[in-house]
């Protein structure tokens, strides 16, 4: 991939995203190749690709990671996200490939634990911890989207946040059924998939057309079940916990009361009631959070 001893890791890692900063492909290539370690030969690290990719390849068909400029520019929000996991990753890239340091952020920390240890909770560690960074940098960026890009920006954020949970507390993500719940949030594993993207409820374009309802109302069957039957419930708990797991206690603003606030008002939380139905009212008196 390039290294020399003669640059940083940090500076490294900022060159390689800069060089395909507006081009979709080159960010998918460039993520892809991380996962392939320094030397080109991590076989414990790659199984992992395939949650990233997922949720890598639902931001290009969206066509969000387009550059900002043209005649159908992309989200500079989505960018900025997509940008800090790129760049996080690639840090650790080199620093285990042996350019120097100190890692530049806590989150590079993050993807270091997961190089040396890969494992499903460190590796939702690292890619969550990046997520979460980037969003609490660029909420002022956030505003400036539509009213439905903002509201699937939580969808998007409660999701990846109870993914980790399956995993790492499943007592809380799953009640019961807890058993299941690190097969079904391990991201080696094509189930994974379901949390990250939305392709089932969000047209593959940008910026998104209607008004929030009419996309709900298009959620149908596994999709509506798990937004509001099992994690609507658990929200508040879920980024309390995630907050401690992360170690960023700047997560907790992002939710008041269980309701989303991300780039969103506490005015407009009735978008979190869930809608009639038998199978939802069925997975809050089945599936109750554990402490």
């Not at 270091?112 to 499903?120: G, H, I, K």
Request: a positive charge; hydrophobic letters at 40%.
């Amino acid at each position: 991939m390039g290294m020399t001893s003669e640059v940083t890791a940090a500076a490294w890692a900022a060159r390689q995203v800069a060089a395909v900063r507006d081009d979709p492909a080159g960010r998918t290539a460039l993520m892809r190749r991380c996962y392939a370690g320094p030397f080109g030969k991590a076989p414990r690290h790659l199984p992992f690709r395939r949650a990233a990719l997922s949720f890598m390849g639902w931001q290009v068909r969206r066509g969000v990671l387009r550059p900002t400029s043209g005649d159908r520019p992309g989200s500079p929000w989505w960018r900025a996200v997509n940008e800090r996991i790129l760049r996080d990753g690639c840090e650790a890239v080199a620093l285990s490939g042996g350019l120097p340091g100190p890692a530049s952020s806590a989150t590079v920390d993050r993807w270091l634990s997961f190089v040396d240890r890969p494992t499903a909770r460190a590796w939702y560690g690292a890619h969550n911890g990046s997520v979460v960074a980037a969003y609490l940098e660029h909420r002022g960026v956030a505003e400036a989207e539509n009213e439905s890009e903002r509201f699937f920006m939580n969808v998007v954020l409660c999701r990846v946040l109870y993914a980790h949970a399956l995993v790492a507390a499943p007592r809380i993500s799953l009640g019961p059924l807890r058993p299941l719940a690190p097969f079904l949030g391990d991201p080696r594993l094509g189930m994974t998939g379901i949390f990250l993207q939305l392709s089932r409820v969000l047209p593959d374009e940008y910026p998104l057309r209607g008004t929030v309802r009419s996309h709900l109302d298009r959620e149908i069957g596994f999709g509506r079940l798990l937004d509001f039957g099992v994690i609507v419930p658990r929200l508040q708990q879920l980024y309390e916990w995630s907050a401690r797991e992360l170690s960023e206690p700047g997560l907790l603003g992002c939710v008041r009361d269980g309701a989303p606030v991300y780039a969103w008002s506490y005015d407009d939380r009735s978008v979190w009631r869930p809608p009639p139905s038998f199978a939802v009212r069925m997975a809050h008196r089945t599936l109750r959070p554990g402490p």
